[in-house]
């Protein structure tokens, strides 16, 4: 890949790196916000798979382009390097787009996707890593909170305290897939569906007693519905608490309200959760200690953003270090993600 | 230095990383603590100034030395493979020891340090660096969790939120230097001093609200003293609240207790804290995000001990990829502290 020491764009008088935005959801949106707050890189293009003219960005200096179009972007193919994109922030969804999208194009760019498909993560490794190692790029997958930052803790706190159990809380927030599964009943017309960690469940773990916990102890749902005039609530109410993979094997709480409620109340997007460690230490392992990370977010796409941001950074960062090849958050020196130096980050955070 | 795919000890019938402890005291006996949980290291060796006779370690298959016969360890000087320590962990204190040996130590091994005199860092860096660049090692400095973890989850939350403020309290817990500065008053036999970070500011900042706080509005101290039969009881509190730059900027409490209360009831050594983050983002900065990090820790001493085996291991990997210098735990690739493969944790904790 084309090396350059720094970014090819400028940003008042200092080189910056240059971001391109594949996708123009809350999360490309959200990723457009970060860059605003960056000192060190610029919004170079945004790609989109709808007509650009109806695609309406934040960023005055930045164009929007067919998704076609991004080749003629790649340093790779040849683009100068003041129209080169230094990272490419994909922005689609997990269950299609992504697989399909992060390796095609860790062949032209860096990269950094936020897949969260767990399961499917080792594959999709594989598909990226091959693409940008042929290419001489950097692709870090599966970047966010979790995966992301939630992954990054799990892994700090079973390092250091390796006798012990971790617990993975998720909200109070919106579960967009459980939203739409209600969305998707019978008379239905809008539903929002919240994830709640069971309060004595976190105590319990934070007691360092390391309790065995089902699925239906560590949290609650609460769905609230606008339902067509006339529907049947109780049919309504049944099906969700007892839809498979989704609500039967938690205590779900249905509330029917009405559109103006939904509105007023339910617009924002928040979520958070716990990560929580407990490991013993000492000879005999005497001692207990706790180990809590906490996130508790207005708005889950502009963190999930935030986060892509700061990885894109340390992309390009690896890429110049000739750190080729697919990465993820646990690849990452941390202070790759910030825009200090060294020295000072060892003067003012250490 | 010599290079080794592997750690040239044996645990089980597994390759091992061989550790070394410089310095016996709660440091290196919770080092001693954390390799008996750690599958891929094994301890080679302690080092003591006092008599290593007089020094009773709890492993079995490891032996005591004097401090100055830790060269013949080094496979810069000469170690057979079997007998070379792979790291070295310092275990001194920040004051004088530290800045002496760990140049002088990194010049002969891989070596970890808990340095922690936050002013100093940049002058240890420096030195310690040219040391064992010059002998292509690896040097860790400033591991632990203040110091440490706190440092890390500092960074990790400025790079994700760069507009926003950070918070960092401690406690509740014993602070050394303070319980040693009131034993040194005149009628007191012994003292324990906890830190308490104060309710009101810690919700003041989860609320997001970016507060000014002062040194007194953030923690609270609170002392036990036990004090000699006799001693005037309020001259001694009197010296105690205003003695500067331990207590005169905060608000204490003291007690006078026992002996036999003190050895009941404040023979551990607690501690942890929490730093906090609060950002902002979205376009016009209308939404706040807030990271939370916590420690409750029975035991600092064994924590600490935890964080600095786990850095040793990944300085061990950073030395192997031929990372030579000073380092901190900014520089550590999170995978690198885990005994666990890419894959492996790719797979189950991303």
Redesign the interface.
Same mark, same amino acid.
């Given at each position: 890949m084309v090396s350059r020491q720094n970014g090819g764009g400028r940003k008042g008088t200092k080189m910056t790196i240059r971001i391109g935005i594949m996708g123009y959801g809350n999360l490309g949106r959200?990723v &457009?916000?970060?860059i605003?707050? +960056?000192p060190d890189m610029e919004l170079a293009a945004v790609f989109t798979r709808r007509n650009p003219e109806d695609v309406h960005i934040?960023t005055e200096t930045a164009k929007v382009y067919r998704a076609d179009e991004v080749e003629r972007f790649s340093p790779i193919t040849g683009a100068a390097p003041e129209d080169a994109i230094d990272v490419l922030i994909i922005c689609g969804g997990s269950a299609t787009d992504l697989p399909e999208q992060t390796p095609k194009y860790a062949s032209l760019f860096n990269v950094v996707d936020s897949f969260d498909t767990?399961a499917r993560?080792?594959e999709h490794?594989a598909h990226v890593d091959a693409a940008s190692k042929g290419a001489s790029t950097t692709a870090t997958i599966?970047a966010g909170w979790d995966?992301g /930052?939630f992954?990054?803790t799990?892994?700090?706190s &079973? +390092?250091?305290?390796?006798?012990g159990a971790a617990y993975t809380f998720w909200g109070k927030g919106v579960s967009q897939g459980h939203s739409d599964a209600v969305r998707r009943i019978d008379g239905v017309l809008d539903a929002r569906q919240y994830t709640i960690p069971v309060e004595a469940a976190l105590e319990a773990v934070?007691s360092g007693s390391e309790p065995e916990l089902s699925t239906r102890e560590k949290h609650t749902r609460e769905v609230f519905v606008v339902a067509e005039e006339g529907a049947d609530k109780e049919r309504i109410t049944e099906e969700i608490v007892t839809m498979k993979n989704y609500f039967d094997e938690y205590d779900t709480t249905v509330h029917f309200i009405s559109a103006e409620e939904m509105a007023r109340d339910h617009s924002g997007i928040p979520h958070g959760g716990f990560v929580i460690r407990s490991?013993r $230490?000492?000879?005999d392992e005497e =001692? $207990?200690?706790?180990? &809590?990370?906490?996130?508790?977010? =207005?708005?889950n796409p &502009?963190?999930t953003?935030?986060?892509l941001l700061?990885v894109a950074?340390a992309t390009w960062k690896m890429a110049q270090n000739g750190m080729y090849g697919a990465k $993820? /958050?646990? =690849?990452?020196?941390? +202070?790759f993600?910030?825009?200090r130096s060294?020295?000072d980050?060892?003067?003012s /955070?250490?």
């Open positions: 959200g &457009e916000c970060a605003k707050q +960056a934040l767990h993560i080792p490794y599966s995966p /930052m992954s990054v799990r892994l700090y &079973e +390092a250091i305290l390796p006798v934070r490991g $230490t000492g000879w =001692d $207990t200690n706790i180990i &809590e990370y906490k996130l508790t977010l =207005d708005s &502009e963190f953003s935030s986060v700061a950074r $993820t /958050m646990f =690849d990452i020196p941390p +202070a993600l910030s825009p060294g020295e980050l060892r003067k /955070m250490l």
